[in-house]
Nanobody
Framework: QVQLGESGGGLVQAGGSLRLSCAAS????????VGWFRQVPGKERDFVAC????????YYATSVKGRFTASRDNAENTVYLHMNSLRPEDTAVYYC??????????????WGQGTQVTVSS
């Protein structure tokens, strides 16, 4: 059992930065793959990034590669998404997710409630 809660979203101008946090409660997710996703109402949910628990390797969507950085703090039982050089098209609700093989197999068992990120010019 893992409960995830995102925080850190808000309003920022284009070119700015935000750091999203995803804290786990109930059980550690240190042995889980962790993913970040985003969704605009009425549109499909898009993959943003994921991290494997075995190697700590991180993979990014082409749209965010070079601008976003995902990281994990197992001791704090928290994962982060550092977002730099934000663009208006990054505006979305951002979700974190966890699963035993989520990054490798695209399967996530646990999802957070989401946090809104709005980027304006």
């Amino acid at each position: 059992q893992v409960q995830l809660g995102e925080s850190g979203g808000g309003l920022v101008q284009a070119g700015g930065s935000l750091r999203l946090s995803c804290a786990a409660s109930g059980r550690t997710f240190s042995s889980y793959d962790v993913g970040w996703f985003r969704q605009v109402p009425g549109k499909e949910r898009d993959f943003v990034a994921c991290m494997t628990w075995t190697s700590g390797r991180t993979y990014y969507a082409t749209s965010v590669k070079g601008r976003f950085t995902a990281s994990r703090d197992n001791a704090e039982n928290t994962v982060y998404l550092h977002m730099n050089s934000l663009r208006p098209e990054d505006t979305a609700v951002y979700y974190c997710a966890a699963g035993p093989s989520g990054c490798r197999a695209g399967s996530y068992d646990y999802w957070g409630q989401g946090t809104q990120v709005t980027v304006s010019s």
